[in-house]
């Protein structure tokens, strides 16, 4: 007798589909004793169902890109039924950063969001699939427009799970970094005096891409105060307007630098402590967006001018001896603030000098003119507190003394005209703590037409609550021995003949108390 097993079975890449019937029986055969077949008999049919596996798998499972901020960064994604049953998946999508991520059908599989796509909004799961079949996604990932995010990483993770079979789920991971372009000037604007008298002024503004992406179609202004003078620029700037100046910049790549300057000039006769602002913007192309930046503001602040001139009516008369020779003089206050102006003369002949305030500007000598007289132990008398750009008019009397000239001619007296300006440095309108160490400056000038003998000087008086510092008395290049200069509280310095056109400086260093 012999014995049979009977069956049958299919072979799916999933596994055997579900709802497949598997049956089976035995049988067996057998002979008399005789050796003839007689029959055979068989077994019942033992049958039974394949049930349903769900399994799934998303290709790829991870995707990395860069991308700049702003912009939308889209991933293809193919979501495959490895269960041996029909199946639909919910898609799920969690991003690291928050930030805003959408799932749609790629509908004619080619990896690009087409319109259609678009159209047909976003999904939430898959179509039914049959087993070993697959359905195409693509997850965009929405970057946020901040350059702040330069740098950064989003990791969103993508999940498909089996409605059949929660359990059952695959996942991706779609890794997005951040490289934009990153041009700061917050604090970037320097000048290279804050506190100008004469000179002009150089503005610095050093332009950074410190982002990952490249910055193009850079350009940078400078919209010029107008008490600012345009001078000169560096790297191809142009003076594009009167109060205006231009540069542009093809491109920045990441790590990138360069550095644009601006020269200008100062409006002269500002008064003391006059406050300008300056600053500068730029504005770049990083990827899809134009960016506008604003560099950090420098304000100037107009530093302290004492300057001063003297203009006669005339610069020769000629007297006999014992007479007076009047001379009407104009002496303007062209520094910056008001000041006190002391008023002197030195003549190549013994004269007498003397000098009336000329009240009522009439040009003439009354009774209410007022003789000038030295009131606070300066040298020289006192032509009052003259506010900055005002005038006032003095009369300048010259008496010649009765001596034995040339019987020929009578005597001509030409007279000597001194400017005479101080400058501080660190700027006095400025705060400055107590120990810091200023700078005086006294500039003089003999513009008249007569030489100065061995008696010219300069004085100024040490300032309240300072000391001289010792050993910094100068006149021109020369130290000056402080016991032959420091007298009463004032700087003295004897500089000897003056000629005409001739110049000089006396400078001197002290310290706030």
Same mark, same amino acid.
């Given at each position: 007798?012999?014995?049979?097993?009977?069956?049958?079975?299919?072979?799916?890449?999933?596994?055997?589909?579900?709802?497949?019937?598997?049956?089976?029986?035995?049988?067996?055969?057998?002979?008399?004793?005789?050796?003839?077949?007689?029959?055979?008999?068989?077994?019942?049919?033992?049958?039974?169902?394949?049930?349903?596996?769900?399994?799934?798998?998303?290709?790829?499972?991870?995707?990395?890109?860069?991308?700049?901020?702003?912009? !939308?960064?889209?991933?293809?994604?193919?979501?495959?039924?490895?269960?041996?049953?029909?199946?639909?998946?919910?898609?799920?999508? #969690?991003?690291?950063?928050?930030?805003?991520?959408?799932?749609?059908?790629?509908?004619?599989? !080619?990896?690009?969001?087409?319109?259609?796509?678009?159209?047909?909004?976003?999904?939430?799961?898959?179509?039914?699939?049959?087993?070993?079949?697959?359905?195409?996604?693509?997850?965009?990932?929405?970057?946020?427009?901040?350059?702040?995010?330069?740098?950064?990483?989003?990791?969103?993770?993508?999940?498909?799970?089996?409605?059949?079979?929660?359990?059952?789920?695959?996942?991706?991971?779609?890794?997005?970094?951040?490289?934009?372009?990153?041009?700061?000037?917050?604090?970037?604007?320097?000048?290279?005096? @804050?506190?100008?008298?004469?000179?002009?002024?150089?503005?610095?503004?050093?332009?950074?891409?410190?982002?990952?992406?490249?910055?193009?179609?850079?350009?940078?202004? !400078?919209?010029?105060?107008?008490?600012?003078?345009?001078?000169?620029?560096?790297?191809?700037?142009?003076?594009?307007?009167?109060?205006?100046?231009?540069?542009?910049?093809?491109?920045?790549?990441?790590?990138?630098?360069?550095?644009?300057?601006?020269?200008?000039?100062?409006?002269?006769?500002?008064?003391?402590?006059?406050?300008?602002?300056?600053?500068?913007?730029?504005?770049?192309?990083?990827?899809?967006?134009?960016?506008?930046?604003?560099?950090?503001?420098?304000?100037?602040? #107009?530093?302290?001018?004492?300057?001063?001139?003297?203009?006669?009516?005339?610069?020769?008369?000629?007297?006999?001896?014992?007479?007076?020779?009047?001379?009407?003089?104009?002496?303007?206050?062209?520094?910056?603030?008001?000041?006190?102006?002391?008023?002197?003369?030195?003549?190549?002949?013994?004269?007498?000098?003397?000098?009336?305030?000329?009240? !009522?500007?009439?040009?003439?000598?009354?009774?209410?003119?007022?003789?000038?007289?030295?009131?606070?132990?300066?040298?020289?008398?006192?032509?009052?507190?003259?506010?900055?750009?005002?005038?006032?008019?003095?009369?300048?009397?010259?008496?010649?003394?009765?001596?034995?000239?040339?019987?020929?001619?009578?005597?001509?007296?030409?007279?000597?005209?001194?400017?005479? @300006?101080?400058?501080?440095?660190?700027?006095?309108?400025?705060?400055?703590?107590?120990?810091?160490?200023?700078?005086?400056?006294?500039?003089?000038?003999?513009?008249?037409?007569?030489?100065?003998?061995?008696?010219?000087?300069?004085?100024?008086?040490?300032?309240?609550?300072?000391? #001289?510092?010792?050993?910094?008395?100068?006149?021109?290049?020369?130290?000056?021995?402080?016991?032959?200069?420091?007298?009463?509280?004032?700087?003295?310095?004897?500089?000897?003949?003056?000629?005409?056109?001739?110049?000089?400086?006396?400078?001197?260093?002290?310290?706030?108390?």
């Amino acid at each position: 007798m012999s014995l049979f097993f009977v069956g049958g079975e299919t072979a799916f890449g999933a596994g055997t589909p579900a709802g497949t019937v598997i049956s089976s029986r035995a049988f067996a055969t057998y002979t008399s004793l005789a050796g003839t077949q007689t029959d055979t008999v068989y077994s019942a049919y033992v049958t039974f169902l394949v049930s349903q596996l769900a399994a799934v798998n998303v290709v790829l499972p991870s995707l990395t890109r860069n991308s700049g901020d702003g912009l !939308n960064v889209d991933y293809t994604l193919t979501v495959l039924n490895s269960g041996n049953g029909t199946d639909k998946f919910t898609l799920t999508r #969690i991003s690291s950063k928050g930030w805003t991520t959408t799932a749609y059908h790629d509908i004619n599989a !080619n990896g690009v969001l087409d319109a259609a796509d678009s159209l047909a909004g976003p999904i939430a799961a898959t179509d039914s699939l049959k087993a070993d079949s697959s359905y195409k996604i693509i997850v965009r990932v929405a970057v946020p427009n901040n350059e702040a995010l330069n740098g950064q990483r989003d990791s969103t993770t993508v999940n498909a799970v089996s409605q059949f079979d929660a359990s059952k789920s695959a996942a991706s991971i779609l890794q997005t970094n951040v490289q934009s372009a990153v041009i700061d000037i917050s604090s970037s604007l320097t000048v290279d005096n @804050a506190a100008p008298t004469t000179t002009p002024i150089t503005f610095t503004l050093s332009v950074t891409n410190s982002g990952l992406g490249t910055a193009s179609n850079i350009l940078v202004t !400078n919209k010029l105060d107008a008490r600012f003078s345009y001078v000169s620029s560096t790297n191809g700037g142009v003076h594009s307007a009167a109060d205006s100046v231009r540069w542009t910049i093809a491109g920045l790549a990441t790590g990138g630098s360069t550095s644009l300057s601006v020269t200008v000039s100062v409006q002269s006769s500002l008064l003391s402590g006059t406050i300008i602002p300056n600053g500068m913007a730029v504005s770049y192309d990083d990827g899809n967006y134009h960016r506008n930046k604003n560099s950090n503001i420098v304000n100037i602040g #107009i530093g302290n001018i004492y300057t001063v001139s003297l203009a006669p009516d005339s610069i020769s008369s000629s007297k006999e001896p014992d007479d007076s020779v009047k001379y009407y003089l104009t002496v303007k206050n062209t520094g910056n603030l008001k000041d006190v102006i002391e008023l002197s003369a030195v003549s190549s002949q013994p004269l007498t000098w003397k000098f009336i305030r000329d009240v !009522n500007n009439n040009h003439i000598i009354d009774g209410g003119d007022i003789p000038l007289t030295n009131t606070n132990a300066h040298a020289g008398v006192d032509v009052d507190s003259v506010a900055a750009g005002d005038s006032v008019h003095v009369f300048g009397l010259a008496i010649l003394p009765m001596v034995q000239f040339d019987q020929t001619k009578d005597a001509t007296t030409n007279i000597p005209v001194v400017d005479v @300006a101080i400058s501080v440095s660190p700027v006095a309108s400025l705060q400055q703590p107590p120990g810091a160490e200023l700078t005086y400056t006294i500039s003089y000038l003999n513009k008249g037409h007569a030489d100065i003998d061995t008696s010219f000087s300069v004085s100024a008086r040490i300032p309240d609550s300072t000391r #001289i510092v010792l050993g910094s008395v100068k006149l021109g290049a020369s130290s000056v021995p402080d016991s032959a200069v420091v007298k009463n509280g004032s700087v003295i310095v004897k500089t000897g003949a003056l000629k005409q056109s001739t110049s000089g400086t006396v400078e001197f260093k002290v310290k706030i108390k």
